[in-house]
Each structure stands twice: as structure tokens, then as C-alpha cells.
């Protein structure tokens, strides 16, 4: 939902006393730690129930969580790959040049010399960094690195991200399926 933010996924229950597994989207363990209610979401988005966090501890590049509604791991199945959502209202205010990426979503990428190269259909953590995944006109799809020397000006308010394509990618609409 726009008015909520994903800040986790809940991958697998973790012992036997109901916590979970959750790979942390936020900046930090500890700002899962500062969260007290949140919603689970499920993949699909159809289905969503309140939660209560009872207690985070960080375990290896996870949040062990605790839900007061989890008593046992058998409980947790329900809830596999469900997303720990926050109201917009309690994300933390970003600093400059930071960026939420969902709020990439829908921008035109736009060369130096102002030609259209796409529109980003979703940002995503890759392994290497984020990456922009952007459509161009004729419906096939590239991935561009979300990095400050690629990606020169962001605007939100006017939807664009000004781009310099790295050498390798500057005939991406030549480029085959």
C-alpha cells in the first residue's frame, strides 16, 4: 500500500519460541528494534494482520524477531515471506540525496543530451548494489546501477533521473532480448 512502507521480509521461523528470521530492508537491525507495531503483509498483498514486536536481536545479516501473536515456529508458516510494514508516518526523515525505492518506481531515465531511455519499473538490491530495472519504448527491459556516477540528478517532483550510461551500455537500444 502507498501509505506503508516495507522495512523487512519474514523468511523462516528460528528456534522454538516463535521468532523469525527477518531480512532487514531498513538501514539498520536497530531501526527493527525501535518498531513496536506493524503489519504483515502477505506476498501477494491480499492479506495483512496486525503484529506486535516484542523483541529484536540481530543474528548474523538477520533480525531474530519476536511477535507477541508467535508462540511456536509452527505458527510462523503462515506467515513466510510476508513483509513487516510501517505507516509512511514513521519513516525516518532521509537525508539528502537519499532516496526510498519505491519512490524511484515510475521515474523516466533521461540521457545528458535529453533523450528518453526508459521508465524504471522497480528498484531492487542486487549483488553488487541497487539496481534500476527500466523499460524502454519498445517493452524490453534493462538494469542500470543506482550509483551517483550513473545516475546524476534525481527529481522527484519531476519524475526524471538524469543518466550518464556507463561505456559497455550506451547502445542499450540496440541491445537483443
Given amino acids: 500500500m502507498a501509505d506503508r512502507i516495507a522495512v523487512g521480509v519474514i523468511r523462516k521461523p528460528h528456534g522454538v519460541r516463535g521468532e523469525a528470521s527477518v531480512e532487514v530492508w531498513t538501514d539498520s537491525i536497530e531501526r527493527i528494534a525501535s518498531l513496536k507495531d506493524v503489519m504483515l503483509v502477505s506476498p501477494d498483498e491480499?492479506?495483512?494482520?496486525?503484529?506486535?514486536?516484542?523483541?529484536?536481536?540481530?543474528?548474523?545479516?538477520?533480525?531474530?524477531?519476536?511477535?507477541?501473536?508467535?508462540?511456536?515456529?509452527?505458527?510462523?508458516?503462515?506467515?513466510?515471506?510476508?513483509?513487516?510494514?510501517?505507516?509512511?508516518?514513521?519513516?525516518?526523515?532521509?537525508?539528502?540525496?537519499?532516496?526510498?525505492?519505491?519512490?524511484?518506481?515510475?521515474?523516466?531515465?533521461?540521457?545528458?543530451?535529453?533523450?528518453?531511455?526508459?521508465?524504471?519499473?522497480?528498484?531492487?538490491?542486487?549483488?553488487?548494489?541497487?539496481?534500476?530495472?527500466?523499460?524502454?519504448?519498445d517493452g524490453k527491459t534493462f538494469d542500470v546501477p543506482f550509483a551517483a556516477d550513473i545516475c546524476t540528478e534525481i527529481d522527484l517532483e519531476q519524475k526524471r533521473i538524469v543518466v550518464a550510461i556507463p561505456e559497455g551500455l550506451e547502445n542499450i537500444d540496440d541491445a537483443a532480448d
Avoid at 513487516?84 to 543530451?113: F, K, N, P
Avoid at 533523450?115 to 548494489?129: H, I, T
Fill in 46 to 137: 491480499k492479506s495483512e494482520r496486525a503484529a506486535h514486536i516484542e523483541s529484536v536481536r540481530a543474528h548474523k545479516e538477520r533480525a531474530l524477531v519476536k511477535f507477541r501473536e508467535f508462540a511456536a515456529p509452527e505458527e510462523l508458516r503462515d506467515v513466510y515471506n510476508w513483509t513487516l510494514e510501517i505507516s509512511a508516518e514513521e519513516a525516518r526523515e532521509l537525508e539528502q540525496d537519499e532516496y526510498y525505492l519505491h519512490d524511484l518506481a515510475g521515474l523516466t531515465l533521461v540521457d545528458a543530451d535529453g533523450k528518453e531511455r526508459g521508465v524504471v519499473l522497480e528498484a531492487y538490491e542486487g549483488g553488487g548494489g541497487i539496481l534500476l530495472s527500466v523499460k524502454r519504448a
